[in-house]
T-cell receptor
Framework: AQSVTQLGSHVSVSEGALVLLRCNYSSSVPPYLFWYVQYPNQGLQLLLKYTTGATLVKGINGFEAEFKKSETSFHLTKPSAHMSDAAEYFC?????????????FGGGTRVLVKP | EAGVTQSPTHLIKTRGQQATLRCSPISGHTSVYWYQQALGLGLQFLLWYDEGEERNRGNFPPRFSGRQFPNYSSELNVNALELEDSALYLCASQRGRSSYNEQFFGPGTRLTVL
């Protein structure tokens, strides 16, 4: 079975500082990988995804993530945090061995941005 | 283009009752996924409907069921409610079945079981 681990349930960063959110996955085959953001009282919004090809993926709002197969990781970064980045972030994998697009999510990382 | 909509926004029930949650997908999307986001348990896959059929379900008891209508909207039913069913239920729609396609999420229905 697939699993996703996000290191750190809470991360606090200063405005303008680097944001680094860690995600490691367990899968027998390289899966599709996703990062979603959830603002309070809202659903999930896709930040970026990795399917195949270039391992450095750029997403919306200045975020990017790098797929490292050897480390089974897909860490999310943003060079300079903005107050509007305060939200909860979820890493997810898609089970390519199953029909459809069932997503398995990590536990989430809540980001607090300090002025 | 209208996004995924869910109703109601909030739902309060008591133990043993039944809850019905509704989801309207984005126009042109045929697949609907349901996820449960419970405190302490994270986001878990519940059910997948495509072209009117249940195609996959997560590790949930049979009292969690649903259906998809000809217009691709979907309904999630939870029977014999238990306290631990209290959660945010998210619906997502997708164009087709491919894992390559993005799932678009609705704002969720918050179910509280008293």
């Amino acid at each position: 079975a697939q699993s996703v681990t996000q290191l750190g349930s809470h991360v606090s960063v200063s405005e303008g500082a680097l944001v680094l959110l860690r995600c490691n996955y367990s899968s027998s085959v390289p899966p599709y990988l996703f990062w979603y953001v959830q603002y309070p009282n809202q659903g999930l919004q896709l930040l970026l995804k990795y399917t195949t090809g270039a391992t450095l993926v750029k997403g919306i709002n200045g975020f990017e993530a790098e797929f490292k197969k050897s480390e089974t990781s897909f860490h999310l970064t943003k060079p300079s945090a903005h107050m509007s980045d305060a939200a909860e972030y979820f890493c997810a994998v898609s089970d390519l061995k199953a029909a459809g697009n069932k997503l398995t999510f990590g536990g989430g990382t809540r980001v607090l941005v300090k002025p | 283009e209208a996004g995924v909509t869910q109703s109601p926004t909030h739902l309060i029930k008591t133990r043993g009752q039944q809850a019905t949650l509704r989801c309207s997908p984005i126009s042109g999307h045929t697949s609907v996924y349901w996820y449960q986001q419970a405190l302490g348990l994270g986001l878990q896959f519940l059910l997948w409907y495509d072209e009117g059929e249940e195609r996959n379900r997560g590790n949930f008891p049979p009292r969690f069921s649903g259906r998809q209508f000809p217009n691709y909207s979907s309904e999630l039913n939870v029977n014999a409610l238990e306290l631990e069913d209290s959660a945010l239920y998210l619906c997502a729609s997708q164009r087709g079945r491919s894992s390559y396609n993005e799932q678009f999420f609705g704002p969720g229905t918050r179910l509280t079981v008293l």
